[in-house]
């Protein structure tokens, strides 16, 4: 059954944190493919779905982000396109239980329109097959994120829209320009939030990028420019490589501080992004409980 939106009027819920970095932890190595998991290992991805849910998630995503046919294509196998996302719907509902919804996450192919790539017309077809998938699956709502192009979030949005009935979240990230109101390709949030409510999101919002602190003026710049409900996943801060390795120095803690400013912002989902843990996920889950939704 399609999450219903509506619920975000009068309660703000909070969402999982990052499943890379978690089932790096599981040990998937450098460059793998991790939503091959969702096939070889199943029960490591439901191990990172049923932690999100213990510590508190009241929306968790599944291990598809690069599940569409360009990116599973890079690994050989761009022919198990509706195996893969459909595992990956499979596993998440299963740990959700009647504890969360379960938003199935589609990330960007790599390739660009503007750079004559790749068409329009070609991506949404990619993303209408990868969302048919997840909602066979059983998923309860569709989130693109991750996305730094306008016209690939159009594209999908109009992929997933046409392929299912779902609630569609579109999420850009927003680390440049002179304000860090911009993605990396120029595009404002308050003009991402116009085109894609335009163009049918049910919610849009910000992940990854930047830390919570910076995501704060974002989520005003996107509330201010839409009536739709406005997602948030930031990074536990920046990455700093340390010993080789890419560390998220935030805890939970600090960046707990921040989702009352980012609620009082206009955020309706909360929840964390690279480097954000169950531990973040408690953290935030309590700070909302503080807070006047």
Known sequence: MAFDLGILSTRVLTSDGAWGTELDKLG????????????????????????????????ILTNTFSGNRIALDKHGLGDQVAAINRAG???????????AAVFASMGSTGKM????????????????????????????????????????AVAALHGAKR??????????????????LATVMGTTADL????????????????????????????EALAAATDVPIWAKPNAGLPELIDGRVVYKETPEEFAAHVPALVAAGARVVGGCCGTTPDHVRAIRSAIAGTKT
């Open 28 to 59: 998937c190595p450098p460059g793998f493919c991790r939503e091959r998991w969702n096939l070889d290992r199943p029960d490591a991805v439901r191990q990172v779905a049923a932690a999100y849910v213990a510590a508190g998630s009241q929306i």
């Open 89 to 99: 719907a499979e596993i998440s509902k299963d740990a959700a239980g009647d504890a």
């Open 113 to 152: 329109v503007m750079m004559d790539e790749i068409t329009s017309q070609a991506l949404t077809e990619l993303f209408a097959e990868q969302a048919e998938a997840l909602a066979a699956g059983g998923a309860d709502a569709i989130v693109i994120e991750t996305m730094t192009e306008l016209a690939e």
């Open 163 to 180: 392929a299912t009935d779902l609630p569609v979240v579109v999420s850009m990230t927003f680390d440049s320009g002179p304000d860090r």
């Open 192 to 219: 991402a939030a116009r085109e894609l409510t335009a163009g049918g999101a049910d919610a849009v919002g910000c992940n990854c990028g930047m830390g919570i602190e910076h995501y704060v003026k974002v989520v």
